[in-house]
């Protein structure tokens, strides 16, 4: 009989929430960009205004994601909780 460990269950969990967040995230991620390149299509807004928004975003965010990658316990169970939660949610 095999045993599961506590912590696979810890970082299947974890691995789940990320993967729904994740999933939210690409899907506005898109809905947002194809929004953008329509503006700049239209001329409503100038790229360079876009590009600096995005990399605005990016100096802010990019800190606090780091942190977050530094504290999630990495596995199997991760790898499937991630995959499970971006598929099936």
Do not use: D
């Not at 409503?44 to 995005?54: G, M, N, P, R």
């Not at 100096?59 to 499937?80: A, C, D, N, R, W």
């Amino acid at each position: 009989m095999v045993a599961i460990e506590p912590l696979f269950i810890v970082q299947f969990l974890i691995g789940i929430i990320i993967g729904y967040v994740l999933k939210r995230v690409v899907k506005y991620g898109i809905i947002a960009a194809v929004i953008a390149f329509i503006a700049i299509y239209l001329g409503v807004i100038s790229k360079s205004t876009v590009l600096s928004a995005a990399k605005r975003i990016y100096e802010v965010t990019s800190p606090l994601l780091q942190s977050i990658i530094g504290m999630v316990p990495f596995g199997v169970g991760l790898i499937v909780g991630i995959i499970i939660g971006f598929i099936f949610t």
